[in-house]
C-alpha cells in the first residue's frame, strides 16, 4: 500500500529483487533504469513529460537533480506544471511515478538527513523475526 499509494516517492531497500519483480509485475509499461547508468536523466526527462512509471535500481544515494522531483518543486508556466531536472525545465504529467530500489542494506541509514525526510523508506530485507513469523504462519495454517 505504501509503495503504490504513497504521497512520497519509496526508496526500497530489496536485497533479493523481490520487489523489483513485483513492480515490474504490478506497474504498468514500467521502465526500469540503473542509478549509474548514463541515460539516466533523458529516461527520466522522459517519464517525467510522458507521464510514465520509472524504476532506478542500484541507487546509493540521491543525487542534486532528483530533489525537485522528490519535492515535487513544480512551477505553474500558464496552464501547464513543469519541474527542473538537471538544467533542463521539463513539462510535469501527473501519471509520473518514480520508484528508487537498492540492493545495499545500508544505503538507508546512509541516506543525509535532507533526503530522508522526502522518500518513504521500505526494506524487504529478511530477518530471523520475519521468517519466524512466517514459518508461524505457514505451520498453522497447514494444522
Known amino acids: 500500500v505504501m509503495i503504490k499509494y504513497g504521497s512520497m516517492v519509496p526508496f526500497i531497500v530489496d536485497p533479493n529483487s523481490q520487489a523489483v519483480a513485483w513492480l ?12 549509474q547508468d548514463a541515460k539516466l536523466v533523458s529516461q527520466l526527462e522522459l517519464s517525467v513529460r510522458f507521464g510514465k512509471t520509472i524504476i532506478v535500481q542500484e541507487v546509493d544515494g540521491i543525487d542534486n537533480f532528483l530533489f ?64 519466524e513469523g512466517q514459518l508461524l504462519g505457514a505451520t498453522l495454517q497447514h494444522e
Open 68 to 131: 525537485p522531483l522528490l519535492r515535487r518543486d513544480l512551477v505553474r508556466q500558464g496552464p501547464r506544471q513543469v519541474v527542473q531536472i538537471g538544467d533542463k525545465m521539463c513539462d510535469f504529467n501527473e501519471g509520473f511515478c518514480m520508484y528508487l530500489c537498492t540492493r545495499n542494506s545500508n544505503a538507508i541509514e546512509q541516506l543525509p538527513p535532507n533526503a530522508a525526510c522526502l522518500v518513504t523508506r521500505v526494506s524487504f530485507s529478511v530477518t530471523r523475526a520475519g521468517l
Open 24 to 35: 515490474k509485475q504490478h506497474a504498468q509499461n514500467a521502465e526500469t533504469v540503473l542509478a
